[in-house]
């Protein structure tokens, strides 16, 4: 999806949008003139992405969505282009402002038509169906006029969200549009930004009808979108700094075969600005450390006494990049789970922790996709997904620590209710070692004294970001290319001096 710099911060529920836009109609906007204001938006916005257009197709459904539908209508018939309105709701049943709006599209000189299996669809679709009232699995006709929109192989206008996509979580409804270009009103919407909204959403456009901004400002939200204005920082280092003061971080990890998953973890702890790294893992793989990043101390452990011996040191652990679910990695993670500092957990130590294994740590960040998060959950991945919000509320709730729900639109969560939301990255991420590189990253920075719910939002973005400028060459992005990258744009963000 592609995302302008000028989205607003703040994300909302569908109840709370509607809430806000009845606010601005008390405050003496009238809801006709909020109507004509979102297809003015939608007008222009369709006119920038395709100025050589001359033909839409408007499919209306039969609420406030359609209103907005049959005025984009009235405004590109009255620019001397061909229109046609396909009425998949009953237009004679409209009511209010969308009652309003049809009228306006006759006296335009709109042809409205019933819709049919059979209807001509041309020129540029406007999907006008559904809007963010709906809740359940879209029903007939609008199923059936929402897969012949997705099946023509037309360039598509959402007006407000792609019809069938759940405005809260992000979610399917059955069957959804997809749609080229998405203008969205008064308020963002979380669900346009996590689950399959991005891959729905096309390019997103904002537009928030010229609203009262103190309203608007005032309005509950129910999450943040983390950009560059609103990250945590690292506070720059004193001119006498030493590493002492910059956190010893251990990992633990790299069962026999998966050596690269623990690596990768150090090395992109030590690239973030950890002080001390340390590695604790398999013999077999001390050799291959030291030539990779000799900065790195690291050590053959094949006991859990060993490594409590090596822990007493630690301030920060993280825990589970490539550390399997056998017997040394049942012992090592039982030796560490009781230590009183903070520790990320990501791959196998979720899976035993799912398995009930081990204890959660008192304190720290758990890393899951959306497989461990189901498996945390006692649930399905295809129910995860279906509601990411609330997963990654109730593993945050259920062990009292911060999370991080990784996937298209990543969302942290705290147990006290906050929600973040990462919309940066690239679907050149999608391969191996790239959560080892996140789970560091975090590590580094609460290693730096960052609290966890900070650095997890930090650590996110300065990782999706590294992915997407990284991913500008295209497919084989590998995660060993990460650390460097981020470390640029962590100095970009956070200066290391003054």
Same mark, same amino acid.
């Given at each position: $999806?592609?995302?302008?710099?000028?989205?607003?911060?703040?994300? #909302?529920?569908?109840?709370?949008?509607?809430?806000?836009?009845?606010?601005?109609?008390a405050a003496g906007t009238p809801g006709f003139e909020l109507m004509q204001r979102a297809a003015h938006a939608a007008w222009r916005a369709l006119r920038r992405r395709w100025p050589d257009a001359d033909e839409i197709t408007v499919l209306?459904?039969?609420? +406030?969505?359609?209103?907005?539908?049959?005025?984009?209508?009235?405004?590109?018939?009255?620019?001397?282009?061909? *229109?046609?309105?396909?009425?998949?709701?009953?237009?004679?049943?409209?009511?209010?402002?969308?009652?309003?709006?049809?009228?306006?599209?006759?006296?335009?000189?709109?042809?409205?038509?019933?819709?049919?299996?059979?209807?001509?669809? !041309?020129?540029?679709?406007?999907?006008?169906?559904?809007? &963010?009232? =709906?809740?359940?699995?879209?029903?007939?006709?609008?199923?059936?006029?929402?897969?012949?929109?997705?099946?023509?192989?037309?360039?598509?206008?959402?007006?407000?969200?792609?019809?069938?996509? +759940?405005?809260?979580?992000?979610?399917?409804?059955?069957?959804?549009?997809?749609?080229?270009?998405?203008?969205?009103?008064?308020?963002?919407?979380?669900?346009?930004? &996590?689950?399959?909204?991005?891959?729905?959403?096309?390019?997103?456009?904002?537009?928030?009808?010229?609203?009262?901004?103190?309203?608007?400002?005032?309005?509950?939200?129910?999450?943040?979108?983390?950009?560059?204005?609103?990250?945590?920082?690292?506070?720059?280092?004193?001119?006498?700094?030493?590493? /002492?003061?910059?956190?010893?971080?251990?990992?633990?990890?790299?069962?026999?075969? $998966?050596?690269?998953?623990?690596?990768?973890? !150090?090395?992109?702890?030590?690239?973030?600005?950890?002080?001390?790294?340390?590695?604790?893992?398999?013999?077999? #793989?001390?050799?291959?450390?030291?030539?990779?990043?000799?900065?790195? $101390?690291?050590?053959?452990?094949?006991?859990?006494?060993?490594?409590?011996?090596?822990?007493?040191?630690?301030?920060?652990?993280?825990? /589970?990049?490539?550390?399997?679910?056998?017997?040394?990695?049942?012992?090592?993670?039982?030796?560490?789970? /009781?230590?009183?500092?903070?520790?990320?957990?990501?791959?196998?130590?979720?899976?035993?922790?799912?398995?009930?294994?081990?204890?959660?740590?008192?304190?720290? *960040? =758990?890393?899951? #996709?959306?497989?461990? !998060?189901?498996?945390?959950?006692?649930?399905?991945?295809?129910?995860?997904? !279906?509601?990411?919000?609330?997963?990654?509320?109730?593993?945050a709730q259920r062990f009292g620590l911060v999370v991080v729900l990784k996937g298209a639109g990543s969302l942290i969560a705290e147990p006290g209710g906050r929600l973040a939301l990462c919309d940066r990255g690239h679907p050149a991420m999608?391969?191996?070692?790239?959560?080892?590189?996140?789970?560091?990253?975090?590590?580094?920075?609460?290693?730096?004294?960052?609290?966890?719910?900070?650095?997890?939002?930090?650590?996110?973005?300065?990782?999706?970001?590294?992915?997407?400028?990284?991913?500008a060459q295209g497919r084989g992005l590998a995660a060993g290319d990460l650390p460097c990258t981020i470390r640029q744009l962590l100095e970009e963000l956070c200066p290391c001096v003054k």
């Amino acid at each position: $999806m592609l995302l302008p710099a000028s989205l607003p911060l703040s994300l #909302h529920s569908a109840e709370q949008v509607r809430a806000l836009d009845a606010q601005l109609i008390a405050a003496g906007t009238p809801g006709f003139e909020l109507m004509q204001r979102a297809a003015h938006a939608a007008w222009r916005a369709l006119r920038r992405r395709w100025p050589d257009a001359d033909e839409i197709t408007v499919l209306a459904g039969r609420g +406030n969505n359609a209103g907005d539908g049959y005025l984009i209508a009235a405004l590109a018939r009255r620019a001397g282009w061909r *229109v046609r309105v396909l009425a998949v709701g009953d237009a004679a049943a409209l009511n209010g402002d969308a009652a309003q709006a049809c009228a306006e599209a006759r006296r335009a000189g709109v042809d409205i038509l019933p819709w049919s299996e059979c209807a001509p669809l !041309a020129g540029i679709l406007v999907d006008a169906l559904l809007g &963010t009232g =709906l809740a359940g699995a879209v029903r007939e006709p609008y199923g059936q006029a929402i897969r012949m929109l997705n099946q023509s192989g037309l360039p598509v206008l959402a007006v407000d969200i792609p019809s069938g996509l +759940n405005a809260d979580s992000g979610a399917c409804l059955g069957v959804a549009v997809c749609a080229d270009l998405t203008v969205t009103f008064i308020a963002l919407k979380l669900g346009l930004l &996590t689950g399959v909204g991005p891959e729905l959403c096309g390019e997103l456009k904002f537009d928030n009808l010229q609203g009262d901004a103190q309203l608007s400002a005032q309005a509950p939200s129910v999450a943040q979108r983390l950009d560059s204005a609103n990250l945590p920082r690292l506070s720059a280092r004193s001119p006498v700094a030493h590493k /002492g003061q910059f956190g010893h971080l251990l990992v633990v990890g790299g069962d026999l075969g $998966m050596g690269g998953a623990a690596l990768l973890c !150090a090395d992109s702890a030590l690239r973030a600005g950890a002080g001390l790294v340390s590695l604790a893992t398999r013999s077999e #793989h001390v050799a291959a450390s030291l030539v990779r990043r000799p900065e790195i $101390m690291c050590a053959a452990i094949a006991s859990a006494n060993q490594l409590l011996a090596l822990s007493e040191r630690a301030d920060v652990c993280v825990v /589970g990049p490539g550390l399997g679910q056998g017997a040394w990695s049942r012992s090592l993670l039982s030796a560490v789970c /009781g230590l009183d500092v903070p520790q990320v957990w990501d791959a196998d130590a979720l899976n035993l922790l799912a398995a009930g294994q081990v204890t959660a740590p008192g304190q720290g *960040v =758990l890393t899951p #996709h959306p497989g461990e !998060a189901a498996r945390l959950l006692g649930s399905d991945t295809a129910s995860v997904q !279906a509601d990411r919000p609330a997963a990654a509320r109730a593993l945050a709730q259920r062990f009292g620590l911060v999370v991080v729900l990784k996937g298209a639109g990543s969302l942290i969560a705290e147990p006290g209710g906050r929600l973040a939301l990462c919309d940066r990255g690239h679907p050149a991420m999608a391969g191996a070692g790239l959560g080892d590189v996140l789970a560091g990253l975090i590590g580094a920075l609460l290693a730096q004294g960052m609290a966890a719910y900070d650095a997890a939002c930090l650590a996110v973005w300065l990782h999706a970001r590294a992915g997407e400028v990284l991913a500008a060459q295209g497919r084989g992005l590998a995660a060993g290319d990460l650390p460097c990258t981020i470390r640029q744009l962590l100095e970009e963000l956070c200066p290391c001096v003054k």
